[in-house]
């Protein structure tokens, strides 16, 4: 009992400590006098997690200098922010001469951690913030579940180097000048290494540029995979890494503003992949893997170029026409170093949101103020989250109308998902979330032995159409056979395709799935509608490590019946 008593009091004195370390913000204190002020005498901070409680707006009248590990969160961790009934708010009050000021300087020794909540940065006198955080020496940024929205710059930009900047599950709003420039908006500017960048599972709606780049560095490792990126104006993807991955993504009404011929600078090319051939005397440190992903431009942008705005301009070099994805240049890069990788991307094949509130006439008439000599500059963005009354007082947008899960079943990742922001998709999230270690060791593995690859100086090679998509269904309705059967796939073993064969006595909505011996999805293909007959599935599995895998086939016909057979493969690579 005494051993009890003696323990309890520091039992009691962990429990304190560690409650005492997290304050729930006070909303009608300035955030950054708030923090500011949580220090002892000898300076040292007392608190470092604010809390922010549902419904709430919280706002900053300065910047908040930060040297110190900083965490600002909403509450209700579990729930995708876009589905949350009402996150706070977060917003910046304009300086007295009416300009913006950014919310949160990171200096030495800092890191900052934002979660749940909504950052605006349309201030209540109309005039956009330039940043959220800017970086100038912390070590760590970490950006989860939130909604950034109506910024002119950038979320944040970082001119210091860091150990970590991870941003996942976010929604980027109306990234963008509001004006002549597309080069500001964006969810981010690296200035400096990054040693790791995970860019997952996000959604940028309405933006100038991707990512931008200030610098060559080529220490940083990037993983950018599985976001959804709707209407950027220029898309630069200005970034230089020792290793990227950055696949199964959407890139919808990319470079939307196009280009003509005195244009080809560095945001003519969706990436900037050529400036990889200034390390060409050390080339086996690049490592690049870019594949699987969809770039997708509504028609009636280039249709607007060729039948209004090319008319109106002097010669062909002037006519505006669409961006390309890389400079050719790039070509002796990938010929010299077996790690450099560009795989296969889907090309005009439209997603089909389920509700896209794009303003194409907008858009439209804002390239028309671009490229010609008129002055009014459309308002291409969605309403924003946040707007302001008049009288200073908020408007919650919220939720905004906006769905983009989609049904073109064609667009599969090299996982067997969707592509684009799985959040759109939580069943395959959920998927994704449990297997990733496994899903991204597979595309690790894919930098040095795809095969589904552009091959250099045949620019055809780069792209996956109507015409080649990697699984594809032959049938013949001739032959209808009197019961549901699967057949061994030819060839077994096979590299890096192979053709599973089966029969439908009936039509029936298909479901082909592919499982590793561990029993994970890796591969999945729906057909909505298949007549009754004998059908080919051309399988390939370029994306694949070698090893056995489970087949699977799942016929549903009219009467609700399923029909489910599978069968083993070899994959030798």
């Known amino acids: 009992m005494k051993k009890f008593i003696l323990l309890l009091p520091a039992f009691i004195l962990v429990l304190a400590t560690s409650v005492s370390a997290q304050v729930t913000l ?6 950054n006098a708030q923090i500011a002020a949580d220090t002892t005498a000898d300076g040292s901070r007392t608190e470092t997690t604010y809390l922010a409680e549902a419904g709430q707006y919280y706002y900053f009248d300065g910047t908040l200098e930060t040297n110190f590990d900083l965490q600002i969160l909403g509450p209700d961790g579990d729930t995708w922010i876009f589905d949350q009934e009402d996150p706070p708010v977060f917003f910046q009050f304009p300086a007295a001469d009416g ?3 950014d919310m949160i300087n990171l200096n030495e020794g800092g890191s900052v951690e934002l979660r749940n909540a909504i950052f605006t940065g349309l201030l209540p006198n109309d005039v956009n913030i330039s940043s959220i955080v800017r970086n100038f020496a912390g070590y760590k940024m970490i950006f989860d579940n939130n909604v950034f929205t109506d910024i002119r710059d950038h ?8 150990e970590e900047f991870t941003v996942t599950n976010n929604l980027f709003i109306n990234m963008d000048r509001r004006g002549g420039s597309p080069f500001g908006g964006m969810p981010f500017r690296i200035d400096a290494e990054v040693l790791e960048l995970t860019f997952e599972n996000n959604t940028l709606f ?5 990512f931008g780049n200030g610098g060559d560095f080529f220490t940083s490792e990037m993983t950018e995979i599985h976001n959804t990126l709707v209407n950027q104006q220029v898309n630069g993807h200005e970034l230089h890494w020792f290793s990227a991955k950055q696949a199964n993504n959407i890139y919808y009404n990319w470079s939307w503003r196009g280009r003509d011929l005195r244009t080809n600078g560095y945001e003519a090319p969706f990436t900037t992949f050529e400036t990889h051939a200034g390390v060409k005397n050390n080339l086996d440190s690049v490592a690049i893997y870019q594949g699987f992903n969809a770039f997708y431009l509504d028609p009636a942008i280039s249709n607007y170029w060729e039948d209004t705005i090319n008319p109106m301009r002097a010669d062909d070099s002037a006519h505006v026409r669409q961006s390309y994805l890389w400079n050719v240049d790039v070509d002796s890069t990938i010929s010299a170093d077996d790690n450099f990788t560009i795989g296969k991307n889907y090309w005009q094949l439209d997603p089909n949101f389920d509700v896209n509130p794009t303003k194409i006439d907008s858009m439209n008439g804002w390239n028309l103020a671009n490229w010609t000599d008129a002055t009014n500059y459309s308002d291409w963005r969605i309403t924003p989250p946040i707007t302001w009354n008049a009288d200073g007082t908020p408007n919650k947008n919220w939720p905004i109308e906006m769905d983009l899960s989609y049904s073109n079943e064609n667009l599969v990742g090299t996982d067997g998902l969707p592509l684009g922001d799985l959040n759109w998709f939580p069943d395959a999230k959920a998927d994704y ?3 990733r270690d496994t899903y991204l060791a597979a595309l690790e593995d894919s930098m040095t032995t795809a095969t589904f690859v552009y091959e250099p100086g045949d620019s055809l090679s780069a792209f996956i159409t109507m015409d080649n998509l990697p699984t594809s269904i032959e049938s013949n309705n001739s032959n209808i056979p009197n019961k549901f059967y699967l057949s061994e796939n030819y060839p077994n073993p096979f590299n890096p395709a192979t053709t599973i064969k089966f029969g439908l006595p009936s039509q029936s909505k298909v479901t ?8 994970q999805k890796v591969f999945e293909f729906t057909e909505g509608s298949l007549s009754a007959g004998t059908h080919s599935v051309r399988f390939d599995a370029s994306q694949l490590s070698s090893g056995m895998y489970i087949y699977r086939i799942q016929a549903t016909d009219a009467s609700g019946t399923n029909h489910i057979s599978s069968k083993k493969m070899m994959l030798i690579k």
């Open 512 to 519: 082909l799935s592919v499982f590793n011996v561990l029993g």
């Open 433 to 435: 979330m449990a297997n």
């Open 99 to 101: 300009s913006a000021r």
């Open 26 to 31: 006070d909303p009608a204190v300035a955030v």
């Open 206 to 210: 309405n933006g100038a540029r991707t």
């Open 155 to 162: 979320t944040t930009r970082s001119t210091g180097a860091l």
